[in-house]
């Protein structure tokens, strides 16, 4: 099994940054990509950024110029900076690793942790 524990988030003024934190740790060999999901009340959890084992990155279109996610290896942790805040980022943010194979696939989740933007 893979163990996923958050910190960071809080309660931030718009136009300010948070920092979310997210380190793996148990069964971590063969984890390729990691990510955040965010949902917000009566919304469905959705993407808002990936990076692959090679550091390949992907970005949600409405957070793309304001977040940047990065990964350490080394230390299986992965980061969310998350710059000029909207009180529409307001949501609990997941942290994800996935394992992938030809033949496996298993996606393991963190705890969440609210991020609330106030105007």
């Known amino acids: 099994q893979v163990q996923l524990v958050q910190s960071g988030g809080g309660l931030v003024e718009a136009g300010g940054s948070l920092r979310l934190s997210c380190a793996a740790s148990?069964?971590?060999?063969?984890?390729?990509?990691m990510g955040w999901y965010r949902q917000a009340p009566g919304n469905q959890r959705g993407l808002v950024a990936t990076?692959?084992?090679?550091?390949?990155?992907y970005y949600a279109d409405s957070v793309k110029g304001r977040f940047t996610i990065s990964r350490d290896n080394a230390k299986n942790t992965v980061d969310l900076q998350m710059n000029s805040l909207k009180p529409e980022d307001t949501a609990v943010y997941y942290c994800?690793?996935?394992?992938?194979?030809?033949?496996?696939?298993?996606?393991?989740w963190g705890q969440g942790t609210q991020v609330t933007v106030s105007s």
């Open positions: 994800k690793a996935e394992k992938n194979g030809r033949a496996y696939h298993q996606d393991y």
């Open positions: 990076i692959t084992s090679g550091g390949r990155t």
């Open positions: 148990g069964s971590i060999f063969g984890i390729t990509d």
